[in-house]
C-alpha cells in the first residue's frame, strides 16, 4: 500500500516496526546487513537521520527492521512512558510526509502500543479466514483501551478484507460475518488471492514494480486511491 500511494503521488514515510522485518525485505533492503534500525532508534543509539532510508522508490522513505527488533520489549520495560516513544522520535519528521504508515507485529505487544499511540488511525487487514474474526475483536478491544489511556485522538480507520477467494464459500462467510457483527468502516477494495502477489516479497520488490499489471497491484492501487479520499 505504501508503494501504491507512494506511485500515486503522495510523499509516504513506511515504518516496518515488525522484528520480522518483512516490509523491509520486500521493500528490496537486506535486511540483515543493516547498521541502524527502527530498533537502535528506539534505544537511543541513533536518530532517525542515522536510520531513515530515502527514496526507495520516488516518494517513498524507510524505517527498516530487523530481528533485533524483538529484544526492544525487555529493553524498554524500565522507560518512563515507554509507550510515547515513536511518537516523540516521529514528532519533528511527521509533517514531512502525506502518509505515515506503520506496520505492526500481528501480535499485541509494547511495539504495537508505541504504534498505536503514534499513529492517528488503525486500519485492520483481514485474512478471509476463520480465526481472523476472534483476532479483529482483540484487536478492537485493544484500540479502544489505547484510546481511553493513551492516545485520545486515536480513530478506528477501517477493516481490509485480504487473500479473498471468490471460489470458497468461507471467503464470502466471513466478509459477510464482519459486516453484520461489527459497526466499523469496511473498505470497499477488497484484495484478492493471487500468486504475484505471493511472489513480489520473494523478490524484494513491492507489486507496483513486481508486476504492475496485475491483478494484485491494480487491488492495491484501487486500495491507494480509497485511503487519499478518506484522508481528504
Known sequence: MSACLAEAGQSVLAIDFDPQGNATSGLGMEKTELDNTVYELLIGECDMEDCLVR????????????????????????????????????EKYRDNYDFVIIDCPPSLSLLTLNAMTAADTVLVPIQCEYYALEGLSQVLKTVNLVKRKLNPALEMEGVVFTMYDARTNLSLQVVENVKSNLNQNIYKTIIPRNVRLAEAPSHGMPITVYDSRSTGAESYRLLAAEVISRGE
Open 55 to 90: 527514496q526507495l522508490q520516488p516518494n517513498l522513505d524507510l524505517l527498516p527492521s530487523n530481528v533485533n527488533l524483538s529484544g526492544a520489549e525487555i529493553e524498554l520495560l524500565d522507560i518512563e512512558r515507554k509507550e510515547y516513544i515513536l511518537k516523540n522520535c516521529l
